[in-house]
């Protein structure tokens, strides 16, 4: 019998749901799959009493939700924010099965979360949410059941704190329990990097594929966080010519090519971590907003939404990698496909992070440490074959990338399923 399909009136979780539902019946997926595929196997809710530094207590809700453990363990950040709640955890945990599976690595799909105010919280009163939501909810966690990692505003002490609780309450280290430690603690090098890295290589896979040369090619790079630092700099060493970078602080343009290299000078020397004034000492002009400017190549790495309804129609570039989650809209996609643009995909092209996790997470178990040049070489041959497989079945089939790679990792998935069957 058909199965009423779901909907939410969660934008996140709608969307996501929605986008499985469409790759689903185009690869035409049986029924059972799909119901079992759209349904999450645990949504688990804490509370989190916190003893404030002024002596009062605040019960904070936490969630971790586990969409599917088909492939491995469930994989996917933590994040403190005021507006988590369960069911964008839920449409983020199903995001993280599909990047997973594409990615190859041996994982399902989770995230979690809690919902608080972390720039109003003192150092004091972060650790002992942490320690504490940590200790709720250890009994789903496990470096074989379900391994969690920084995500929006936390960082590798929410990490550290989180996996020390649990060693403690367990008796035993456990650092193969969470990724995104610090080197010092567990962590891996080349971590740091490796999502930026991963996205430039999309982008110069794309370049490949098109006969194009890199230095022939002009390129954005929208939001100079962890993400778009990385990509600006691993496509400059490239050859690509960034002609405009941006932060919080504003849009920054040189006709020549921006001196990434002074711009992370410039970011390291800001205690907040922006480009304030790079255009000073840059040799570059501050301009309105990078994302329209004309350049080959647009990698937008800030947030989600970016390029939407009322942006999407002013954008030149012809090609997008996604570095950002999310950051362009479906309303955006469709104007974006009208004017003939290639995107490549949010969970194709940063998914560098998570096959990154992977690698610390591979070490941990083995007690082993890895160079930063083994781990680099590594991560762009995965990132490249994996670049390589999306692109010739969206040739082969004649749709867009975002759709061929929602359906070959959904086949995985759905391919494991069967595999080890259900308890139907
Ligand atoms: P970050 O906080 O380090 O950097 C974000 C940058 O974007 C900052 O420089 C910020 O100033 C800038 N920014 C924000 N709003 C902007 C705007 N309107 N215009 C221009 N710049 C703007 O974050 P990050 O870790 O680099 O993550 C960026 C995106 O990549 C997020 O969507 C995140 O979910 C996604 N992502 C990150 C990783 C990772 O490993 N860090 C992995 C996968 C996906």
């Known amino acids: 019998m058909k199965q009423e399909r779901r909907k939410s009136s969660n934008v996140l979780l709608d969307t996501a749901l929605q986008e499985f539902y469409g790759a689903a019946d185009e690869m035409r ?131 550290v704190w989180i996996v020390d609780t649990i060693s403690k309450m367990r008796g035993d280290l456990e650092p193969a329990l969470l990724t995104g430690k610090p080197v010092t603690f567990w962590g891996s090098y080349g971590r740091h990097e490796a999502t930026g890295r991963g996205v430039a290589t999309c982008g110069l896979e794309l370049m490949k594929v098109l006969g194009k040369s890199p230095d022939k090619i002009t390129a954005i790079v929208q939001g100079f966080g962890n993400v ?81 309804r009322k942006t999407a129609d002013k954008v030149k570039a012809r090609y997008i990698v996604e570095g950002a989650n999310g950051p362009v809209t479906p309303e955006g996609d469709e104007i974006l496909a009208s004017k003939g643009v290639t995107i490549v995909p949010d969970f194709l092209a940063n998914s560098g992070g998570v096959i990154g996790s992977y690698f610390e997470w591979a070490q941990n178990l083995q007690g082993a440490f890895w160079t930063e040049e083994e781990y680099n070489n590594k991560l762009v041959h995965i990132m490249k074959g994996n670049f390589r497989r999306v692109w010739d079945y969206a040739e082969a089939k004649k749709i867009k990338m975002r759709r061929a790679a929602s359906m070959a990792a959904i086949q995985r998935v759905a391919d494991v399923i069967e595999l080890r069957g259900t308890f139907l």
């Open 228 to 308: 778009g630092s990385y990509t600006a700099k691993t496509l400059t060493e490239a050859g690509v010519k960034v002609v405009a970078i941006s932060d919080i602080s504003g849009s920054y343009y040189s006709a020549n090519g921006i001196d990434i290299r002074k711009a992370f000078e410039v970011v390291h020397a800001n205690p907040k971590r922006l480009l304030t004034g790079f255009e000073k000492v840059g040799n570059c002009e501050k301009i309105d907003e990078d994302m329209f400017v004309d350049a080959d190549f647009l990698f937008p790495c800030a947030r989600d939404g970016m390029i939407n």
């Open 29 to 159: 997926l049986n029924e059972k799959l799909i119901s079992i595929l759209s349904h999450s196997e645990r949504r688990v809710q804490v509370s989190i009493p916190v003893e404030m530094d002024d002596g009062s207590v605040n019960v904070f809700e936490g969630y971790r939700v586990q969409h599917s453990t088909a492939l491995g363990p469930s994989k996917g950040g933590v994040r403190y924010d005021p507006e988590v709640d369960m069911d964008e955890c839920e449409a983020l945990a199903i995001l993280m099965t599909w990047k997973c599976s594409l990615a190859g690595i041996p994982y399902g799909g989770g995230k979690g979360g809690i919902a608080c105010d972390p720039m109003n919280m003192s150092k004091k009163e972060k650790e002992k949410l942490s320690r504490t939501y940590g200790a709720r909810i250890s009994p789903i966690l496990g470096k074989w059941s379900d391994i969690p990692a920084p995500d929006m505003n936390t960082s590798s002490q929410e990490m």
